[in-house]
Nanobody
Framework: GQLEESGGGSVQTGGSLRLSCAAS?????????MGWFRQAPGKEREGVAI???????KYADSVKARFTISKDDAKNVLYLQMNGLQPEDTAMYYC?????????????????WGQGTQVTVSS
């Protein structure tokens, strides 16, 4: 399977962006948990939001009430709506997927990754 992110960009503090992750090449009879991770320069990759194969949602404390993860199964697209963006949200954002149920924020368990899309928030 392949994942391709889009929707990143540069915004000012308080602005909004919606990231998209198009999934292709995954078997139709297999269920995947998917999520968004981010990595800022000099920092480790961290989990932002996960949607499990059963639809369970999990958010990092730092983005709760500001970010919303969702997916369109008909279009095979994962979304991340980001509102109230802050400079500390600046990072490369990655889409990831793993077969089966998971809400883990541990990057190494995810088998599929996109190339990333840059989000820059200026004050």
């Amino acid at each position: 399977g392949q994942l391709e992110e889009s929707g990143g960009g540069s915004v000012q503090t308080g602005g909004s962006l919606r990231l998209s992750c198009a999934a292709s090449g995954f078997p139709s009879n297999t269920y995947y948990s998917m999520g968004w991770f981010r990595q800022a320069p000099g920092k480790e990759r961290e989990g932002v939001a996960i949607i499990s194969s059963a639809g369970n949602l999990k958010y990092a404390d730092s983005v709760k009430a500001r970010f919303t993860i969702s997916k369109d199964d008909a279009k095979n697209v994962l979304y991340l709506q980001m509102n109230g963006l802050q400079p500390e949200d600046t990072a490369m954002y990655y889409c990831a997927a793993v077969q089966g149920w998971s809400t883990s924020f541990t990057p190494r368990i995810y088998d599929y990754w996109g190339q990333g899309t840059q989000v820059t928030v200026s004050s």
